[in-house]
DNA sequence: CAGTGGTCTAGACCACTTC
DNA sequence: AAGTGGTCTAGACCACTGC
């Protein structure tokens, strides 16, 4: 391979290209998630750059939790199914520094017609249909979490509430193996307010407590948005904790 | 240079080692926020290593934002002077997408003895003499953050509420300036309270209402704690913004 | 032992900034 | 034109994994 560039366009490194058809790759399911992607001097040769020229793709891939390296294994496509990645989306945690374990329980879970903010968020048309889901989190028999997801319905055919509350991991691996949809990256906004007698009701609180709004627009491969969440925290006893860099 | 391992030891390139040796000049203020550094040529010959080895050890200093790569000037180090570090811990953004004008008056600044809580962050004596300083952050005149900070009265001799008010800048830049206190990166974590009277007062509103609570713990080089901040955010009509990778 | 990613080198050349 | 960081190459060798 070698160096293309238009001549209005600014200039593009190799690795960068190299970088883009990996991905493409990725996008079009080429490699799955949990599998090993050709070695690095497999695809130096197949786009006919030097093995350096592919390392430094695959190393801002990997920066970015697209692929992940290991030494003398391979590099693999990142999943949700591994360890390390179970919790990756997830900052609350417990005051006193240990790990949760929430059990999870599935409300609803029921195709309705979106709304235009989830609509505008999924960038699907108002109207169109999604898969409305309700579920509770819950440490030790307390209610911690109650969260509403949206999906669109075209992407998750035939989500039922028994399938999700039989999957015994994380709804991230579930989209994984069921809907071939690997997450990617995503956006949070918070804000606190008020518990109203619903969510009171839902997390053992009082009506007028003050609860962590969290939404979530979460991406796949090309940023194209495939879920959205509002979840309230309880977070009394917890928080959702953050670093600054 | 050549590779030095401990028999015991595991394993360290090369590239780490200078990297340490960077981090120990920054630590020692040899080279000061917003100098550019040697040159990789230059420092290459004074570690007496191959370019290509510096390169590494910067390129992860710069991923960490303790340096800034300018191609075809240098590269320096991080200060919160630039333009790009003004706002870089501050995640609170207005709902409709545009940019805050915050405007700032600080209320008081006074030396006390830090309490248990503060002295375990800030890795003091219970006891010890600590700064403390409230402020207020106005949006259009309506306030929208109140602070507290708490600084080692070590660190931050005569600290006064004047030099605070006729600094123009964020606050970091005016450690960097006047305390040579360079704070590399921060850890929050997040609640939901209910307002109080004084809280009530100093963001204009009611009693009971749902505010953001934003404990902060900001280190130098070194991993060393030197401020803790408790803001509470108004977050009607603006939010925390979180992007999760 | 072979295959993978990880480190290190030396050298050539490109892109950007400044004088 | 000189100096900086940025890209790319080719090759040697090291560390780790699994057969």
Chains 1, 2 share one sequence.
């Not at 590099?75 to 949760?100: I, K």
């Not at 235009?116 to 579920?135: F, M, Q, T, W, Y």
């Not at 509770?136 to 509350?165: C, H, M, T």
Request: aromatic letters at 8%; proline letters at 4%; one cysteine or more.
């Amino acid at each position: 391979m070698s160096l293309i560039s238009e001549p209005t366009a600014s200039f593009s490194p190799l690795y960068e290209q190299i970088k883009a058809m990996i991905l493409a790759s990725l996008q079009a399911s080429e490699w799955l998630p949990g599998d090993a992607i050709p070695s690095e001097m497999e695809l130096a040769a197949r786009y006919a750059v030097s093995q350096g020229t592919v390392r430094k793709a695959i190393d801002e891939l990997a920066a970015q939790n697209l692929l992940v390296r290991r030494q003398g294994k391979g590099t693999f496509v990142a999943t949700h199914q591994e360890e390390d990645f179970q919790y990756r989306f997830l900052r609350l945690e417990p005051d006193s520094g240990e790990r949760f374990h929430l059990k999870n329980q599935f409300l609803s879970c029921e195709c309705i017609k979106s709304s235009s903010h989830i609509a505008k968020l999924l960038k699907l048309k108002p109207g169109d249909a999604v898969i409305h889901i309700e579920r509770v989190q819950s440490s030790d028999g307390k209610p911690i979490v109650f969260e509403e997801i949206w999906l669109p319905e075209g992407r998750f055919q035939g989500l039922s509430l028994e399938a999700l509350n039989a999957w015994p991991g994380p709804v991230y691996a579930f989209y994984e193996s069921h809907y071939a949809t690997h997450m990617v990256r995503a956006e949070e906004k918070i804000k606190a307010v008020l518990a109203d007698e619903s969510l009171a009701r839902h997390l053992r609180v009082l009506v007028g407590a003050a609860l962590l709004s969290v939404e979530r627009v979460a991406f796949t491969y090309g940023n194209k948005p495939v879920e959205v969440r509002h979840a309230r925290y309880d977070t009394s006893k917890q928080h959702y904790d953050n670093k600054l860099n």
